[in-house]
């Protein structure tokens, strides 16, 4: 069975920095593409990034580009997401995903991040 | 970038059948089939139910069917159980900006 667990959440203030990782199991992770996506505290889903198989490509949503970069170690089976200039606003909880046919499944538990002074 | 659109809430009585929609663009729903959706239980993840607009995902039920008309898709559930009991949220891919969107989520309570 596919599975995903994310880690390296905790409390950062403004303009701090976070390194989020994301380990895979159950499936061959090189095979997929692969997002992050998160949920502020009781509000509903968005997605945040993906990156191809061999990381050669890769897509942001708007309000995290130039300061959230995603990356890969398909050796590792890993999913990283390196977050930058962090703000009130980014505080949520942070799931990673696999790529499934234009949806996304395996989700994990999430790792919750908050920004705060 | 804007969320496609839900109803907030939604409820029905156990054994009767409700319909969730999901409303975007001609740059989201409407200009491809990449349309999938979600359950999600209290203090859980999501579990992915539908891809493709129509397309189950493995070991779902199938009381949960999709479908889509020019830039609304829809999940039904029939025949509630109180185990459906959660929110649901749809997503789409937005070609115009090369991302995905997820709708507004929708809480489905079974009287």
């Known amino acids: 069975e596919p599975q995903t667990a994310e880690s390296g959440g905790g409390l950062v203030p403004p303009g701090g920095s976070l390194r989020l990782s994301c380990t895979s199991s159950g499936f061959t992770f090189s095979d997929f593409w692969m997002s992050w996506a998160r949920q502020a505290p009781g509000k509903g889903l968005e997605w945040v990034a993906n990156i191809k198989p061999d990381g050669t490509n890769i897509h942001y949503i708007d309000s995290v580009k130039g300061r959230f970069t995603i990356s890969r170690d398909n050796a590792k089976n890993s999913l990283y997401l390196q977050m930058n200039s962090l703000r009130a606003e980014d505080t949520a909880l942070y799931y990673c995903?696999?790529?499934?046919?234009?949806?996304?499944?395996?989700w994990g538990q999430g790792t919750l991040v908050t920004v705060s002074s | 970038q804007s969320a496609l659109t839900q109803p907030a809430s939604m409820s029905g009585s156990p054994g009767q059948s409700i319909t969730i929609s999901c409303t975007g663009t001609?740059?989201?729903?409407?200009?491809?089939?990449?349309v999938s959706w979600y359950q999600q239980h209290p203090g859980k993840a999501p579990k992915l139910l539908i891809y493709e607009v129509t397309t189950r995902h493995s070991g779902v039920s199938s009381r949960f069917s999709g479908s889509k008309s020019f830039n609304t898709a829809s999940l039904t559930i029939s025949g509630l159980q109180a185990e459906d009991e959660a929110d649901y949220y749809c997503s789409s891919y937005r070609s115009t900006t090369t991302s995905f969107v997820f709708g507004t989520g929708t809480t489905v309570t079974v009287l």
């Open positions: 001609s740059s989201d729903i409407g200009g491809h089939n990449y």
């Open positions: 995903a696999r790529d499934w046919q234009w949806g996304f499944d395996s």
